[in-house]
């Protein structure tokens, strides 16, 4: 079992910036990658960024160039710099990882993510 506590939403008008942070407890030694996705109204949860280890990562188009991924593997946790955000951006954002062996998704409880025009 993983827990996948976030921290760090809230409201910021566009053009700012907000750092999402993600802390793993449990059975750490069973997961590798982890990420963000995003669910707004109305809307299918997306994938945002995710990242293996400290150095491979992956963006959706929509946030690359804007949004950096890292992850600290002594501290298991996993963060998200959200920089030059756009309304558009606003979500419930969502921390996530995935058993190794069984496939079995973990997610955090989310975070609201709000940018005003």
């Known amino acids: 079992q993983v827990w996948l506590v976030e921290s760090g939403g809230g409201l910021v008008q566009a053009g700012g910036s907000l750092r999402l942070s993600c802390a793993a407890s449990g059975s750490i030694y069973i997961i590798e990658a982890m990420g963000w996705y995003r669910q707004a109204p109305g809307k299918q949860r997306e994938l945002v960024a995710t990242i293996i280890s400290t150095s491979s990562t992956n963006y959706a188009d929509s946030v690359k160039g804007r949004f950096t991924i890292s992850r600290d593997n002594a501290k298991n946790t996993v963060s998200l710099q959200m920089n030059s955000l756009k309304t558009e951006d606003t979500a419930v954002y969502y921390c996530?990882?995935?058993?190794?062996?069984?496939?079995?998704?973990?997610w955090g409880q989310g975070t609201q993510v709000t940018v005003s025009s």
């Open positions: 996530h990882t995935r058993n190794l062996l069984t496939s079995r998704d973990y």
